[in-house]
């Protein structure tokens, strides 16, 4: 079992950055590719990002790709992602995710752990 708490949401300006944070209980972290979804409102969750288990493989949905980094902390249980010159399109509930399988992150239905979501609002 794994379970996933996002923190570091919240209210900021267009062009700021932001780094979310989600902290994973759970002996077998380590073991376990890591991403995050986001899902603004009206539409479908999104794939934005994973990071295998070693955090040596990184992958970026092209429609964020230069402005997010992914990374994770195994010491710490944690997983971070770094959001740069933020717009309002970026507003959404973004979730952290993980699954044994990093094939599987790309895809909403097949993961295995989700975290509850946190709020981010990009205000122009």
């Known amino acids: 079992q794994v379970q996933l708490v996002e923190s570091g949401g919240g209210l900021v300006q267009a062009g700021d950055s932001l780094r979310l944070s989600c902290a994973a209980s759970?002996?077998?972290?380590?073991?376990?590719?890591m991403g995050w979804f986001r899902q603004a409102p009206g539409k479908k969750r999104e794939f934005l990002t994973a990071?295998?288990?070693?955090?040596?493989?990184?992958y970026y949905a092209d429609s964020v790709k230069g402005r997010i980094t992914i990374s994770r902390d195994t010491a710490k249980n944690t997983v971070y992602l770094q959001m740069n010159s933020m717009k309002s399109d970026d507003t959404a509930v973004y979730y952290c995710?993980?699954?044994?399988?990093?094939?599987?992150?790309?895809?909403?239905?097949?993961?295995?752990?989700w975290g509850q979501g946190i709020q981010v609002t990009v205000s122009s």
């Open positions: 995710v993980a699954d044994q399988n990093i094939g599987d992150l790309s895809a909403a239905s097949r993961i295995d752990y």
């Open positions: 759970g002996r077998t972290f380590s073991r376990y590719a």
């Open positions: 990071i295998n288990w070693s955090g040596d493989n990184t």
